[in-house]
């Protein structure tokens, strides 16, 4: 068993690294894009500079904690989008028939599948989430929060996109949805929780589960609880596991398009 | 100019028979009015209360305006065709036409975005008509005006997209540059007026392509007057014809660099 976890992670950790080779064969657009990305993350510090030039406090952040709010939902969306980029195709790799290509490899379909390529802008999201960390204030103990929390928040968004996705095997043409449920995680991602009311919040905590991806590990970094880790490690663990239940429950649905096409 | 006009109906009706996707992408507009219809909310305390010259529900429609005219242009979709175009090569086909590659993608993009803007302005207006319970009364000479504004205004954005798309010719992939350029127009354009700026740089942003391309319909939408007309039709003529001049120059130069490799 552990022989198995090892020689996955070592898979996993190759192709990774392979597909960051390839992006990197043009070294220009390569950084351009990593640049490109924190200057346009950037922008939108000029947003909250005016609304705190209007108010002292939005939904009951202060202007540090946006910085770690905008930090923290930058940070998760950097680490899916690097590592597991292609959970955020899944519906279409279902649909298309492209699964065929993991399954006849001899590890995990689902593993394999959702880290075969990398989002290089992602890398300046993540940098862009320690600069905002930065800016929020450095302490040993706020790194390694920041970047627990990141950690789990990233599979909880992923977990999320392959559950949306694996609805494919049942229902046929649904990345509509999917990419409408990861929309909707990303943009509510970056406003304060408090300026919401009503079932919005409920949601929060269920099916676009950004409590834990963002707002808890917000409160968290601000103010260390440990009931809040237990329920972040939790949280996370309960949505991975119910993305890969789902996931292979559908798989038992798959039939192959019998699709030709050659991966290089 | 028959030839654009054919080639902006065509595409007029072929996104009539994809409805349903544009009816999916109302999801995201309605989700970034939600957002903001809380945000607004909550930072005036009391509807009634003005902050720099806006009302709540004037600053609420004036969100409303700018999001119609950015989601209806559908700019990512157009950033990515030219980026696409040039970098695989398939610019060639259309070089090879009776027709100039700048104009097609600027007619072809106007028939995208005709429709999109016609069904969300009706969702636009709905939703804040329910929220609300108030519109801007606005004469029907004074609808013709905003509806122009808004149209030199997608005009002048397609026009900038497309010459930001052409970079393409000198660096790999000109992503990058639209993605600034799309997040200062939401940012500095589509959640504030120019009026919520800091007083030194405003006059600098009333002749930026932000006042062109976003402030000035929103805000002939809340606060009509004449005067703000003309000088919105004047800044928008000078952008639409500086930013024609600018993209045909960039495609002029680009086209000299093009290399293409086999078939």
């Known amino acids: ?264 | 100019m028959k030839k654009y006009l054919y080639i902006f109906k065509s595409e007029l009706m072929t996104n009539l028979q994809y409805i349903f996707d544009i009816l999916i992408g109302f999801i995201s507009y309605c989700i970034m009015i939600f957002i903001f219809l809380n945000l607004w909310n909550y930072i005036y305390s009391d509807p009634s209360e003005v902050i720099k010259g806006y009302t709540m529900n004037q600053m609420i429609w004036y969100v409303i305006v700018t999001e119609i005219l950015w989601m209806s242009l559908g700019s990512r979709k157009l950033n990515r065709k030219i980026c696409n175009d040039v970098r695989s090569g398939n610019i060639t086909y259309n070089i090879t036409k009776p027709y100039n590659y700048v104009e097609y993608i600027l007619f072809s993009h106007l028939g995208v975005t005709t429709l999109k803007f016609v069904m969300v302005t009706i969702l636009g207006l709905g939703i804040g008509l329910i929220y609300l319970k108030s519109i801007p009364t606005l004469s029907f000479v004074k609808v013709i005006g905003v509806l122009l504004s808004c149209l030199f205004a997608t005009i002048i954005n397609i026009l900038l997209i497309t010459a930001l798309g052409l970079f393409s010719f000198f660096i790999e992939d000109a992503s990058p540059l639209f993605w600034l350029y799309s997040k200062a127009i939401l940012v500095v354009g589509t959640i504030f007026p120019i009026e919520f700026f800091p007083a030194f740089l405003q006059p600098i942003m009333k002749y930026s392509p932000i006042y062109a391309v976003s402030y000035a319909p929103a805000k002939l939408f809340v606060d009509f007057s004449y005067p703000k007309l003309l000088e919105a039709f004047i800044i928008q003529g000078i952008y639409l014809i500086v930013a024609f001049l600018l993209t045909h120059w960039i495609y002029r130069k680009g086209v000299k660099k093009l290399n293409v490799n086999g078939g």
């Open chain 1, 1 to 264: 068993m552990l022989t198995e976890v090892k020689n996955q992670i070592i898979v996993t950790a190759q192709s990774i690294k392979f597909a960051l080779q390839r992006e990197m064969l043009n070294k220009v657009t390569f950084l351009t894009n990593i640049i490109f990305m924190i200057l346009n993350n950037a922008c939108f510090i000029v947003q909250w500079i005016i609304l705190y030039s209007l108010k002292d406090n939005v939904g009951g952040y202060s202007f540090k904690q946006v910085l770690l709010l905008w930090g923290m939902a930058a940070m998760t969306y950097g680490i899916s989008r690097f590592f597991f980029k292609d959970s955020f195709e899944l519906s279409e790799i279902i649909n298309s028939g492209q699964l065929d290509n993991y399954l006849v490899q001899p590890k995990n379909v689902l593993i394999s599948c959702i880290t075969s390529s990398v989002e290089v802008s992602a890398i300046g999201d993540m940098i862009y989430g320690l600069i905002m960390l930065f800016l929020f204030g450095l302490k040993p103990h706020t790194i390694l929060l920041f970047l627990f929390c990141g950690l789990c928040g990233a599979l909880v968004i992923v977990s999320i996109a392959i559950i949306f996705s694996s609805l494919s095997f049942w229902f046929g043409k649904t990345e509509m949805l999917a990419n409408t449920v990861n929309s909707l995680m990303t943009n509510f991602a970056t406003y304060p929780e408090g300026i919401f009311k009503g079932l919005v919040k409920i949601l929060f905590y269920t099916i676009l589960p950004l409590g834990i991806t963002t707002y808890v590990p917000v409160q968290l970094i601000s103010h260390l609880e440990w009931k809040w880790i237990i329920f972040i490690i939790l949280g996370t663990i309960f949505f991975i596991f119910l993305a890969f239940f789902i996931f292979y429950k559908g798989l038992k649905r798959y039939s192959s398009t019998n699709l030709m096409n050659a991966r290089i």
